[in-house]
Structure formats: C-alpha cells, structure tokens
C-alpha cells in the first residue's frame, strides 16, 4: 500500500477496524456478504440499486451511497466516511463489469492492489481484448471493428456466418448470429438502436472515436465457463462449467451452467496455462477472473476474461457443487489472506438452472413449489413476482429472467434432458 497516498487522502487514521471497499455490486450481492462475513466490507452503492432493493439496508457504518459516474466525488465521500467513522481501506473488490473501471481508479488513487486501469479498459473492450490477443498469440475468434451496415457485410463475405455484438456489454444482450448478408444489416441496426437506448448505461460506455460495434467469427464448437485465480503469470482453475444454450430465445443465452471436473481432450494443467497467457495478454496480474471461451481443436478460443468472478447463478451452483464462495473468495484476494493452493472436483454432478418467460406480458402467477420439490433440488432463487411486466429480447433481457434452481444431476451425460423435465414444473401465468 502507498501509505503516503492514504494518509494524503484519508488523514492519519489509527484504526484496528479493516474494511474491504466492495464497489458497485447489488443489493443481493450486499446482502449475502454481509450475512456471510457481518463488518468486514464497506459498501460503495448506486443509490439507485439502493432505493430499489427488496434487502434491508446495511448499517450506515456499512455503506457509501454516490454516484458511481463521478469517482473524484466517491473518493470525498469515502474520505468524509472514514474519518467519521475511524475505518480503515485495506483491499478493493468489484463483482459487476459496469463498476469495474471506478474500482480500478479508487483502487489506484488508494495506492492499493486491483486491476489497473487499462487492463480494467482492454477487458471491457471486446475489439481492444481480442487485438490483444491476437497479438499475443492467444486464441481467439477472427474479429473487426463494425462502423457500418456494409463493414458488417464485408466481414460476413470474408469469414462466413459471425456474430455481431456491442464491444461493451455482457452476456447475450444486443448478440446477434448472422448467417446471410441481410441478417448481417439487420443486426447492425439492432444493435446501434438498441445502444442509442442505452446510452446512459454505464455498462455500454466505450471510449470516443472507437468503434462501438464489433464482428467476430461465430465459432461452433462447445462453449464453457470458468473461474480462475491468476497471480504473477500462474493460473489455479477455481470452477469449470459446460454451458448450455437455450435453443428458443435470445442467442447465446445460457439455459444452464453444469460442473464439470475437466474438459474433453485438453488437461487442467494445460488450460491453466492457456488461461494465465489470456489474463496477462490483458494487463491482468493478480485477480480472481472469470472467462468464457469455445473449444477448438482442443484449444479455449476465447470470448471474453474479466477480473470479476462469474455471476448470475454461478456463485449459488459454485458454493452446492464445489464449497467455495466465490464472493468471499474475492474479498480473501483483495486483503491479502492466505489462498487455497488448489481447489477439488466438484462434490456431485450439478447444474445451475436459468427460467426464462417465452412470452412478453404481465405476470400473473408464478408458483416455485413443484421446482423446489423436485428430487435433487438444493436452491431455488425467484427473482419475479406478479405483477412483473415482462418486456422480450432484443427490447429488454433482464425482465425475461425469472429465476434460477440449483440442483444435482441422476444423468450427467444428458443434462439438457433433465433441465428441460425441471423447467416444466415450474407454473406461470402471463397476461398478454
């Protein structure tokens, strides 16, 4: 730690009471830290999320709420709360992609360990990280910046059916597979329109005068998902999923995430390296990393690294299927605490189950009973009550998720089966 920076900043401050500053997370994020490890982080908070959450309130010792849009204004708060308080900084974690960048810059002016802010920039940039690796090496999907519905064609004419997506973002929102020049236009208007409504979203800020549009070869091999603690150019796999897709919504939305101890054909070791070169080609040095990558030849082609760990239902399905909690995992990083050297195959066959609304409407009934009942059922996590207006991809793809189950596989060579029999049981009524 820069002490003279801290001491610059937050004063003299004499205090055996050590926070972890967890920024930007969620409400449910909060909660289960605080009910998971009670006083040991501090809070920095959208006092949007804030205002809309179901969870109740940290204490006011807990939580700084600003606008997470103007760091130098954070930094003052958390100065003011600190000193007021007597706490002291020692660590920074961040568990959104969107709130990545002001981790990055507290962490910095705090002259404590993260990500630094151009790894934290490469990483949010889907074009910039895969230059990076192609310049290093490392496998990845042919790829171009995309300015035009005719860059969008020429890209099509000269790699065949690709992907078209925002080079910010996450997941499978505003992605599109083309396999037809049309398609190709098509996509490109979607997904400038869809960036135009999104355009006070920090999670879709790029830098000016880049591209906000990029194409990437559409690779078909499996795709698979993992967490990884990366330290000085050594990676330690920490949870490996095979992902799979739902067939009839929005593509490259993941159904389901199932535990797997290895990949086929490739060795844990051997992935290991392949991942601590992807991180290091992206700045990364020391974080605990999530990655998303396709199987080819062998080989992880990969999509995205990130130095947040997986999200959605993993950290549920991580903690049934593996005993870690990948949350506090992050926090054990950023203070320093001692590390697992290695971490164990999973307990059981397990998988992470995603419920997703096929129609647009307003939620009338929504009954959890018949999932939960379920043999092998260990979690499940409704997000939706009634009353819930349900808005459809590409228009909106958080509204659609209305949950997720946490359960053991009786066949894990056909885990899709057993997911499609667990969906059926759950019982919603939509209004048109």
């Known amino acids: 730690m820069n002490i003279e920076k801290f001491h610059e900043i937050f004063g003299a401050i004499v205090s055996t009471d050590t926070r972890v500053l967890v920024v930007g997370t969620t409400s449910d994020y909060v909660d289960w830290i605080r009910r998971a490890a009670p006083g040991r982080a501090l809070f920095l908070t959208d006092p949007v999320l804030r205002q809309k959450a179901k969870e109740p309130a940290p204490g006011p010792d807990e939580e700084v709420c600003g606008d997470l849009e103007r760091p130098e204004r954070l930094l003052e708060a958390l100065s003011a709360h600190t000193r007021q308080r007597g706490l002291a900084i020692d660590g920074v974690a961040c568990f959104d992609c969107e709130s990545l960048p002001v981790a990055a810059f507290l962490a910095q002016q705090l002259g404590l360990d993260f990500v630094s802010p151009a790894a934290v920039a490469a990483c949010r940039d889907k074009y910039a990280s895969k230059r990076l690796w192609w310049e290093k090496g490392v496998l990845c999907p042919a790829f171009a910046p995309v300015f035009s519905k005719a860059d ?6 000269a790699h065949g059916t690709c992907v078209i997506k925002p080079v910010s973002g996450a997941g499978s929102e505003l992605v599109f597979c083309c396999d037809t020049k ?3 236009g ?14 006070h979203t920090r999670l879709y800020h790029t830098p ?7 194409a990437e070869t559409w690779l078909t091999g499996p795709e698979f998902s993992c967490d990884f603690l990366v330290d000085g150019g050594r990676a330690v796999i920490v949870r490996l999923t095979k992902k799979i897709v739902a067939p009839d919504i929005a593509f490259g939305t993941a159904m389901a995430y199932v535990l797997i101890n290895r990949l086929p054909g490739l060795e844990n070791h051997a992935l290991a390296r392949h991942l601590a070169a992807g991180a290091g080609a992206l700045g990364i040095d020391r974080a605990l990393c999530m990655a998303d990558f396709v199987l080819e030849n062998g080989r992880p082609a990969f999509l995205e690294i990130t130095p947040r760990p997986g999200g959605d239902c993993l950290p549920d399905l991580v903690r049934h299927g593996l005993g870690i909690d990948t949350l506090l995992l992050d926090l054990d990083l950023a203070q320093h605490r001692p590390l697992p050297k290695a971490f164990g195959p999973p307990v059981a066959p397990m998988a992470g189950l995603r419920f997703h609304a096929r129609q647009a409407g307003v939620l009338t009934t929504i009954d959890w009973s018949r999932v939960a009942a379920a043999p092998g059922v260990r979690e499940v996590t409704g997000l939706q009550q009634p009353g819930h207006t349900i808005v459809l991809p590409p228009d909106d793809y958080d509204s659609f998720l209305l949950g997720s189950a946490i359960f053991a596989l009786k066949n894990p060579a056909d885990p899709a089966e057993e997911c499609q029999a667990l969906l059926t049981r759950l019982i919603v009524e939509i209004a048109p």
Do not use: P, T, Y
């Open 208 to 214: 000016d005068n880049s591209a906000a549009i990029v």
């Open 152 to 157: 969008a064609v020429a890209f099509f004419e």
């Open 186 to 199: 098509h996509a490109f208007g979607l997904v400038k329109e869809g960036l135009l409504r999104r355009a």
């Open 182 to 184: 049309e398609a190709c």
